[in-house]
């Protein structure tokens, strides 16, 4: 029989304020242990929480972004649990009445343009940390207690790991372009656990679901699911039963694990927390939240397209991060050339950048400077080869390409009377080929414009160098 794999994802995302949800702590990532903490987060008695406005802020936002109804009032509420990374017993999150309901997000396949659903967005905190590897005890972090997360839970509407991968970068690409989240899967910034289950292909009833967890790569996404889905079609083909589980990617022996029976909603108990009031989204916040939209991917790539006449693939790649985006658009200011600096940008700048394990915001030339570089090339001041050793070290020194091109006497050179006595030289040197090229060998051509160029060190300009051989070849 042939199946069909149905899979569903919730991701976690931690949200990039500077303070906790709750509390006035900073949630910043990586300071020392059990330094980010206090009486609220810690959950001594008595402490009161108070919710950051900026979770709710961003929280409206990815809804906006994904178009998701957005709730004008929802509820905090507990979700009740022991685990020693959690000193309040219970996780402040949303559930009966979450702030962002019924989305969207379309993702791209080999099929073409794919919608998933999504259920709901909620907000909620995190827990803190057990740490296994230091010697054999365990010890416990508290500092991303109660650090702001949004839970995004879609329907289970995709039908390849490829395209649950997808829909997970594309959900990356929006919490980045909105600016709410790094999005970075490698520190935990983006979690990702999946419902997956299999059916007979055609069959309109979903099977028993396993939940997956500890992907932390979309290449794990999209293994873990391959191999969950096997796995079941063999338990099913072998006569048994799927049993609703939540089990554990083991990314070194690429398998996954049964871990633990899945809880139901009801084991949480979940409540209102009496602590906090209701959220509320009025309609002054709603159109904040929708004026601060970002141009998004779709819409920036046709303005590319549009307004700067370079091809819809260009615009398409340039347009993969907000960020690179921006660095284009400041250079393309500078250049006026963007032609010229798409494949600038997209050539060596992102060479340089996936060489050097950079991101844009790392690079050491600036758009500015990149700018001045094409404009050097466009005007004739430098040809492209030069261009290359200038943006070579440019990247150490920050000098202007125009100033660097003055220090290291690299201007183009179009002064004909040098170049005429360069391609004499040539001549001169090369008898044997100058008497087949005026036997009819024509391709010698490129032989001699190349050893100019040689000569002259690349400097000679291309187009004078070309017209003068032509000239002296047949004199
Ligand atoms: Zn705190
Ligand atoms: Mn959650």
């Known amino acids: 029989m042939n199946y069909e794999i149905v899979v569903g994802l919730e991701v976690h995302c931690q949200l990039n304020t500077e303070s906790k949800a709750f509390c006035g702590c900073s949630a910043k990532f990586g300071n020392a242990a059990n330094t980010n903490v206090c009486p609220v987060c810690l959950a001594l008695p008595g402490a009161l929480p108070v919710l950051n406005a ?6 409206v936002k990815l809804g906006l972004a994904t178009n998701c109804t957005i709730q004008r009032r929802s509820i905090l509420a507990r979700k009740n649990y022991f ?10 999150s949303q559930f009966e009445e979450p702030i962002c309901s019924e989305g969207l997000i379309t993702i791209e396949t080999d099929e073409g343009r794919k919608e998933v659903r999504l259920v709901r967005i909620h907000i909620e905190e995190d827990a803190g ?3 296994h590897d230091i010697g054999d005890d365990t010890y416990i972090d508290l500092n991303r207690c109660s650090v702001p997360l949004l839970e995004i839970v879609s329907y289970p509407d995709m039908r390849t790991p490829k395209e649950a991968s997808a829909y997970l970068q594309k959900l990356r690409q929006i919490v980045k372009y909105l600016g709410v989240s790094d999005g970075n899967m490698e520190e935990g910034s983006l979690r990702c656990d999946a419902n997956v ?8 009833e979903y099977g028993t679901r396993t939940e997956i967890k500890n992907m932390n790569s979309f290449k794990s996404v999209e293994k873990a699911i391959e191999y969950e889905a096997k796995r079941q079609i063999e338990v099913i083909e072998a006569g048994g039963k799927i049993v609703q589980e939540t089990r554990l990617w083991d990314s070194d022996r690429l398998e996954t694990r049964s871990m633990r029976g899945k809880e139901a909603a009801h084991d949480y108990r979940y409540f ?8 509320l989204v009025d309609d002054d916040m709603l159109d904040r939240m929708k004026q601060e939209l970002p141009e998004f991917p779709e819409d920036r790539t046709a303005r590319f397209v549009a307004e700067y006449a370079i091809p819809a693939y260009d615009a398409a790649v340039l347009t993969v991060e907000r960020e690179m985006a921006d660095y284009y658009e400041e250079t393309v200011k500078v250049s006026g050339d963007p032609k010229g600096s798409s494949n600038w940008v997209m050539g060596e700048v992102m060479r340089t950048l996936k060489e050097k394990y950079l991101d844009i915001a790392e690079f050491g030339i600036s758009p500015v400077r990149l700018g001045g570089l094409v404009r050097m090339i466009g005007s004739g001041t430098i040809s492209n080869t030069i261009a290359k ?4 070290i440019m990247q150490s020194d920050g000098a202007s390409a125009e100033t660097i091109v003055e220090r290291e006497g690299l201007g183009q050179v179009s002064d004909s009377g040098a170049i005429e006595a360069a391609v004499r030289e ?4 090369n008898p044997k080929q100058l008497e087949q090229y005026r036997s009819g060998k024509a391709q010698l051509l490129g032989f001699f414009v190349g050893q100019c160029m040689q000569k002259m060190k690349g400097k000679a300009n291309p187009t004078v160098v070309n017209e003068i051989l032509k000239q002296m070849l047949e004199g």
């Open 54 to 59: 900026r979770v709710v802020e961003d929280a």
């Open 272 to 279: 209102p927390d009496p602590d906090l009031v209701p959220v």
């Open 83 to 92: 685990y020693p990374d959690l000193p309040k017993g219970y996780q402040i």
């Open 197 to 204: 289950s299999v059916m007979p292909v055609g069959s309109t």
């Open 129 to 131: 940390k057990s740490i």
């Open 389 to 392: 050793q200038v943006f070579e």
């Open 426 to 429: 040539i001549l001169d040197a």
